[in-house]
């Protein structure tokens, strides 16, 4: 088997330029006896003459010629994969494999994924839409480096930092007779059809949800149940019921709704993220920075629950 170093193969394109033991040795910063050797063990572990050498000077033979170019290549290659490595290893290329839910998209994190594209452009965020359980069960397999749920216990071993937390609002037909008024007591909607995610896909604001109801004197009436925002959206939008959701999905512009604050204090919908710290990946903090950083605006910025999409 034959045995290349590094070393050897950047002696030969030095000397290979320069045609000139002395000068080579020179541009090399090292003496000329290790340009000689190396240079010798090169053609030993080869087999090859690649110099020819006489009083007049060295030059290149045939052999010599055609190693250059693959000499040349070699050394940019193995160049290029350490500097990718190292940029990989301090997050600055590479990929992240991010799964997150519906809400996110409302939350601000397109503009951090912008903000994280823009910093580093050779950095590929793959994305995988999935309910908070799955994106649990993607982390332990490894599946997914980052996952951006509501609120979940956490499996020993996994981190977690909650990103942000805002109040549930009522979710109505904008032609509902309820959407006339400023605001909406939970008791309210003793009558009306729910709509909200089913407590397989996310047990947490299931729970958040039917307590709610409960302590307002009423067990609700789930007649759908679905597994993405969009479509609890499209369903009230419909006439099809009403929902309780994040104040965020007020920004999502759809048609025939009314977004209305709730009379009294409830519990807060939050969306968390949740990764492997053992070796946590080392896009995550960067995009977690970003992903804050657009919340905090957001927030800042907020349109007053109440308005209507019409």
């Known amino acids: 088997m034959i045995h290349l170093e590094t070393r050897q193969l950047q002696y030969f394109v030095v000397l290979a330029e320069e045609l000139h033991f002395s000068r ?13 050797i190396a240079i010798r063990q090169l053609e030993s572990a080869l087999d090859a003459q690649l110099f020819e050498r006489n009083s007049r000077g060295v030059r290149l033979t045939h052999a010599g010629r055609h190693l250059l170019a693959q000499a040349r290549d070699i050394l940019e290659r193995t160049r290029r994969a350490a500097v990718d490595t190292r940029a990989v290893a301090h997050g600055m290329a590479g990929s992240l494999r991010l ?38 069960a993607a982390l332990q397999s490894g599946k997914i480096d980052l996952g951006l749920m509501h609120t979940m216990a956490p499996p020993v071993g996994m981190s977690v930092q909650t990103i942000v937390s805002e109040p549930f609002i009522a979710c109505i037909p904008a032609s509902h007779p309820l959407a006339q008024q400023a605001n909406i007591a939970i008791a309210q909607l003793a009558n009306e059809r729910l709509i909200l995610f089913s407590e397989a896909v996310s047990p947490d ?32 939008s419909t006439g099809q019921g009403v929902s309780l959701v994040p104040a965020c999905l007020q920004r999502a512009g759809m048609q025939g709704l009314a977004f209305k604050p709730m009379a009294r204090k409830t519990p807060l919908s939050v969306l968390q993220a949740m990764w492997n710290p053992s070796p946590a990946h080392p896009l995550v903090p960067i995009l977690l920075g970003h992903f804050q950083s ?13 308005t209507r999409s019409r």
């Open 99 to 136: 799964g997150f839910v519906g809400s996110s998209m409302y939350r601000g994190l397109p503009e951090a994924l912008e903000l994280v594209r823009a910093q580093y452009p050779d950095v590929r965020v793959d994305l995988h839409e999935l309910n908070s359980i799955d994106q649990v």
């Open 24 to 36: 080579a040795a020179q541009r090399l910063c090292i003496s000329q006896p290790p340009l000689s």
């Open 294 to 306: 657009v919340v905090k605006k957001q927030l800042r910025a907020a349109v007053p629950a109440g």
């Open 205 to 236: 604001y299931f729970r958040v949800i039917r307590s709610m109801c409960q302590k307002a004197g009423f067990d609700p009436e789930l007649r759908h149940e679905v597994r993405h925002w969009l479509s609890v959206l499209s369903l009230v």
